[in-house]
């Protein structure tokens, strides 16, 4: 099963430049003094998840157009349950775009089957009380495959009612299909170099990686203390876990051409991954995700 760190917890401060490059950095103060001073709309502290289980092929699924979960190994089956959270920025409809694809092969096997739950628990602050108790909103299951098909498309929506309304994105980040794609790549290139470098010199930046869980409040309403604690805890080194080069990636964007990052071209995660020292099989992720601001032209972590 794959593991993955904490998505951002481990994003450190990026001013490492490159000496024939136009130097590059992140910046997210503005950002985070919004989400540090957020005021959540209620009370409310409600959690989505949804519930994947497929046999026989690999799947791509976006929330929102956010990346949500991919399946690209080699295994028959997997099952997994993705919470949702960080993928809705406000309350009302949200979109839900599911692509199977084949295991092996062209076409998808007579024998694929996925199948998902969406669900919700009414106070993600209630530990002690299974978080008020899970209630399943919806079930859905990939129709039987009849015919040689190269993929199968699902679209749908669901609706959502969260204490907070994000619009950091409509307010800051510029669309980054618009802009040049080798130019773009460029840019991204050297931050993920620059983050690349960390990760394998085990640097170390507490209050980044604390201004970079701020929207983990917002979202998942992280405490104070709970997110000092994260940002305290250094990523350790492991013996049979070895970072990879950063090589042999894609340019992918998220969020309506607004999100970027990089993925690998072995199993299409993030293009900053540890793979198991003997088998050189992967087991552990760096989420990265960047955007830029559409002012002042400074790259910010999402």
């Keep these: 099963m794959k593991i993955y760190l904490v998505a951002l917890i481990a994003i450190l401060s990026v001013t490492t430049g490159c000496s024939q490059k136009k130097k590059m950095k992140i910046n997210n103060t503005s950002i985070v003094k919004e989400l540090r001073n957020y005021k959540f709309i ?13 046999q026989n092929c690999h799947y791509e699924i976006k929330t929102n157009d956010l990346n949500t979960a991919r399946f690209f190994d080699p295994y028959s089956s997997y099952s997994i349950r993705k919470p949702l959270n960080l993928r809705i920025l406000k309350s009302g409809e949200q979109s839900l775009s599911v692509k199977v694809l084949p295991l092996n092969g062209d076409v998808l096997s007579k024998k694929a089957n996925l199948q998902l ?47 907070y309304k994000l619009d950091i994105l409509d307010k800051y980040a510029q669309d980054l299909s618009k802009l040049d ?36 409040h917002v979202q998942v309403y992280y405490s104070e203390e ?60 760096q989420p990265f995700y960047l955007f830029k601001n559409k002012v002042t032209g400074e790259w910010h972590v999402w």
């Excluded at 959690?47 to 994947?52: A, D, K, M, R, T």
């Excluded at 009414?122 to 108790?133: I, L, V």
């Excluded at 620059?194 to 507490?206: A, F, I, K, P, S």
């Design 42 to 54: 209620d009370d409310s502290r409600p959690g989505y998840y949804l519930q994947i289980n497929n």
């Design 117 to 163: 739950r969406l669900m919700m628990y009414p106070d993600m602050t209630d530990k002690e009380n299974d978080y008020g108790g899970g209630i399943t909103l919806w079930d859905w299951e990939m129709p039987a495959i009849e015919e040689d098909l190269p993929l199968f498309v699902f679209d749908t929506v669901f609706e959502a009612k969260v204490p």
């Design 181 to 216: 794609e080798e130019k773009l790549l460029a840019e991204v290139s050297q931050l993920f170099e620059q983050r690349h470098n960390q990760l394998y010199n085990n640097v170390h930046d507490e209050k980044f990686i604390n201004e970079n869980l701020q929207r983990f």
């Design 226 to 285: 709970k997110i000092n604690t994260l940002a305290a805890k250094a990523i350790s080194k492991e013996p049979n876990k070895i970072l990879q080069p950063l090589e042999n990636f894609k340019l992918q964007l998220y969020g309506n051409g607004k999100i970027v990052t990089l993925l690998n071209t072995i199993d299409y995660d993030s293009a900053l991954w540890w793979a198991d020292k003997e088998t050189g099989e992967p087991l552990r992720w």
